[in-house]
């Protein structure tokens, strides 16, 4: 099973609306954190927004925000007002260690495409 | 600004050969990371290493090995290159107990002909 699981490959929104990108996660260990990388043309990972499994409230980071249901296994990231800047791939990410041994495992990513 | 830079931006090389891809980081991490990254299926962790001259094998280890001689240097190494490794190769950096904020490099676009 996938461990990490982003099922829209390619989205297109219009400028300055919202977007939810979708992601949902595997895992047993109780423990566990969850990531939002942005990938811009030029390589680059930029790392967005962090939730730790322990986290009683959603994280936000300026126009970012994660939707964490626990329950569902389910961590969206939330883009408010959509800027051109924010077209790029991106990547849903979990860390999770075992036994002193950290892994960060990520998903297919999906393509966004601001439309003006 | 913390940096974690790859020596090469893009690289081509013949089948055969051998590649060293390298990676620096100034921010004194322990632990460092490659990755390759394919189209529709993300990025994939080839090694780690969590301390100078130690090293563990991620997913996709083979055809591939890592060398840490200093703590801010992580290679890797293709010992002999096939065109299947053809690749986006990242690598990445991080501080232990620090369980967000990796920090990846700029990536290295290898094509193996």
């Known amino acids: 099973a996938q461990k990490i699981t982003q099922t829209q490959p390619g989205m297109f929104v219009q400028e300055k609306e919202a977007v939810t990108l979708d992601c949902t996660y595997d895992?047993?260990?109780?423990?566990?954190?969850l990531f939002w990388y942005k990938q811009p043309s030029s390589g680059e990972m930029i790392f967005l927004i962090y939730q730790g499994s322990y986290d009683q409230q959603n994280a936000t980071e300026g126009r970012y925000s994660l939707n964490f249901q626990k329950a569902r296994k389910s961590a969206n990231l939330v883009i408010s007002a959509s800027q051109l800047g924010d077209s790029a791939m991106y990547f849903c990410a979990m860390w999770e260690e075992d036994f002193g041994n950290e892994k960060l495992t990520f998903g297919t990513g999906t393509r966004l495409t601001i439309i003006p | 600004d913390v940096k974690v830079t790859q020596s090469s931006r893009y690289l081509v090389k013949r089948t055969g050969e051998k590649v060293f891809l390298e990676c620096v980081q100034d921010?004194?991490?322990?632990?460092m990371f490659w990755y390759r990254q394919d189209p529709g299926l993300g990025l994939r962790l080839i090694y780690f290493?969590?301390?100078?001259?130690?090293?563990e094998k991620g997913d996709i280890p083979e055809g591939y090995s890592v060398s840490r001689e200093k703590k801010e240097r992580f290679s890797l190494i293709l010992e002999s290159a096939s065109t299947n490794q053809t690749s986006m190769y990242l690598c990445a950096s991080r501080s232990t107990g620090y369980n967000y904020g990796y920090t990846f490099g700029s990536g290295t676009r290898l094509t193996v002909v």
């Open positions: 290493s969590y301390d100078v001259k130690m090293k």
């Open positions: 921010m004194d991490h322990e632990n």
């Open positions: 895992t047993s260990d109780p423990s566990y954190g």
